[in-house]
């Protein structure tokens, strides 16, 4: 293990104390030569699994042709991922940009010049990323505390309180902002009636109703977007983590129907559609077929059904393959445990452990993982 006594990073992140060398699939090596199973998968980054050859052999040969060209230009890989995004929305048009925060800051940048009201309505308990904007609209006080004074009119409704909804919005009301699953905030699950009833109030208000899908996009949850299992199509929706399996990525995606916003010179991102980064998932949007989301689904029951069987798990929450287990006591304790044994899992806040295994995650690396946790947990 390469432990640095005092590292020239900035402390911002609780790191363990491991580093990675190489991966495929699943699989995890550190320094010394250890393989670990990755549940975490970069936290539901990787979906395809470390150098899955798709994406792999994109990128290489999108390396060999052209690695940057300015937003002043076209690039072949960028205009073929939008397509790509657009036909899955039913209908969209994309700005690219590289993650989360950054699609969350554009989204919001939106809304504002589509309604020309400032006003966002956000969840109690949500993540939307770290950057000032993004930090503004996160429902969860000690992540924004350190850094007030934020954008003013936010204002925070309950997640599944539909009557909490109606108080939160006001004159100036230009976004209705939210995670179909809020993953970071404990991997809490929207139903389908709340979500409903934000699609109605947004109209209603002439709001935009904006997915945060930073996490649950791309398959997550056993459709290519969460919103589809919900059956509420949203105006806008961003996209990040999974997209381009490890290679830095976000993006907004506006829906035809969604009012007009965006005017040349309004937005812009100098890497924003990276030919390198589009052509990566370019493949990673090839590769999720309709086999692939119905595995992620039918792998995701068995695993939530197996983390239902293990000792001191109180509840298991999530969809697809974003997955949470409520522990009762601080699941930072037992993530160093499983990482002691070969088992990479992450936690959502502080008693949830988190599970974001690879996508294509195989029925052996279930059990062995469940194996383990069973171990730990016991
Ligand atoms: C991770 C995450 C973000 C932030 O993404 P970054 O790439 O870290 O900026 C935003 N929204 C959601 C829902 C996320 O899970």
Same mark, same amino acid.
Request: glycine share 12%; with cysteine; hydrophobic share 45%.
């Given at each position: 293990?390469?432990?640095?006594?005092?590292?020239?990073?900035?402390?911002?992140?609780?790191?363990?104390?491991?580093?990675?060398?190489?991966?495929?699939?699943?699989?995890?090596?550190?320094?010394?030569?250890?393989?670990?199973?990755?549940?975490?998968?970069?936290?539901?980054?990787?979906?395809?699994?470390?150098?899955?050859?798709?994406?792999?052999?994109?990128?290489?040969?999108?390396? #060999?042709?052209? %690695?940057?060209?300015?937003?002043?230009? %076209?690039?072949?890989?960028?205009?073929?991922?939008?397509?790509?995004?657009?036909?899955?929305?039913?209908?969209?048009?994309?700005?690219?940009?590289?993650?989360? &925060?950054?699609?969350?800051?554009?989204?919001?940048?939106?809304?504002?010049?589509?309604?020309?009201?400032?006003?966002?309505?956000?969840?109690?308990?949500?993540?939307?990323?770290?950057?000032?904007?993004?930090?503004?609209?996160?429902?969860?006080?000690?992540?924004?505390?350190?850094?007030?004074?934020?954008?003013?009119?936010?204002?925070?409704?309950?997640?599944?309180?539909?009557?909490?909804?109606?108080?939160?919005?006001? &004159?100036?009301?230009?976004?209705?902002?939210?995670?179909?699953?809020?993953?970071?905030?404990?991997?809490?699950?929207?139903?389908?009636?709340?979500?409903?009833?934000?699609?109605?109030?947004?109209?209603?208000?002439?709001?935009?109703?904006?997915?945060? #899908?930073?996490?649950?996009?791309?398959?997550?949850?056993?459709?290519?977007?969460? %919103?589809?299992?919900?059956?509420?199509?949203?105006?806008?929706?961003?996209?990040?983590?999974?997209?381009?399996?490890?290679?830095?990525?976000?993006?907004?995606?506006?829906?035809?129907?969604?009012?007009?916003?965006?005017?040349?010179?309004?937005?812009?991102?100098?890497?924003?559609?990276?030919?390198?980064?589009?052509?990566?998932?370019?493949?990673?949007?090839?590769?999720?077929?309709?086999?692939?989301?119905?595995?992620?689904?039918?792998?995701?029951?068995?695993?939530?059904?197996?983390?239902?069987?293990?000792?001191?798990?109180?509840?298991?929450?999530?969809?697809?393959?974003?997955?949470?287990?409520?522990?009762?006591?601080?699941?930072?304790?037992?993530?160093?445990?499983?990482?002691?044994?070969?088992?990479?899992?992450?936690?959502?806040?502080?008693?949830?452990?988190?599970?974001?295994?690879?996508?294509?995650?195989?029925?052996? #690396?279930?059990?062995?993982?469940?194996?383990?946790?069973?171990?730990?947990?016991?």
């Amino acid at each position: 293990m390469n432990t640095v006594a005092v590292s020239p990073v900035l402390p911002v992140y609780a790191r363990q104390d491991l580093t990675f060398v190489r991966g495929e699939g699943a699989t995890l090596v550190d320094a010394d030569g250890r393989a670990y199973v990755d549940f975490l998968a970069g936290i539901a980054v990787v979906g395809l699994g470390h150098c899955h050859p798709a994406p792999l052999a994109a990128a290489q040969a999108q390396l #060999e042709r052209l %690695w940057h060209v300015s937003n002043l230009y %076209w690039s072949e890989p960028m205009i073929a991922l939008a397509e790509r995004l657009s036909d899955r929305f039913g209908g969209a048009r994309a700005f690219f940009c590289n993650s989360g &925060a950054e699609a969350v800051e554009a989204g919001l940048k939106y809304a504002r010049k589509a309604t020309g009201k400032p006003g966002v309505v956000s969840l109690t308990g949500s993540f939307h990323g770290r950057t000032l904007g993004a930090l503004s609209v996160t429902g969860q006080s000690g992540k924004r505390e350190a850094f007030e004074p934020l954008l003013p009119h936010v204002s925070f409704a309950a997640p599944n309180d539909a009557d909490s909804l109606a108080p939160a919005i006001t &004159a100036e009301t230009g976004c209705i902002l939210l995670e179909p699953v809020q993953g970071e905030g404990g991997v809490h699950e929207l139903d389908a009636g709340f979500v409903a009833e934000t699609r109605r109030l947004a109209d209603e208000n002439g709001a935009v109703l904006l997915f945060d #899908e930073v996490q649950t996009g791309v398959g997550r949850t056993g459709t290519f977007f969460a %919103w589809e299992r919900l059956g509420v199509r949203p105006d806008a929706v961003t996209l990040a983590k999974g997209l381009a399996n490890g290679l830095p990525i976000g993006c907004l995606l506006v829906g035809d129907e969604a009012p007009e916003g965006f005017a040349p010179g309004d937005h812009a991102s100098t890497f924003g559609g990276n030919p390198v980064a589009c052509a990566a998932a370019n493949a990673v949007c090839d590769e999720l077929t309709d086999d692939l989301l119905a595995g992620v689904t039918a792998t995701g029951l068995a695993l939530t059904a197996g983390l239902r069987e293990l000792p001191r798990v109180r509840e298991v929450r999530g969809a697809g393959l974003l997955l949470g287990a409520e522990l009762g006591r601080p699941a930072s304790e037992v993530v160093a445990q499983c990482a002691g044994r070969g088992l990479l899992v992450g936690t959502a806040g502080e008693s949830v452990l988190r599970l974001t295994p690879p996508l294509v995650v195989t029925a052996a #690396e279930v059990d062995q993982a469940l194996g383990t946790l069973e171990e730990v947990l016991a």
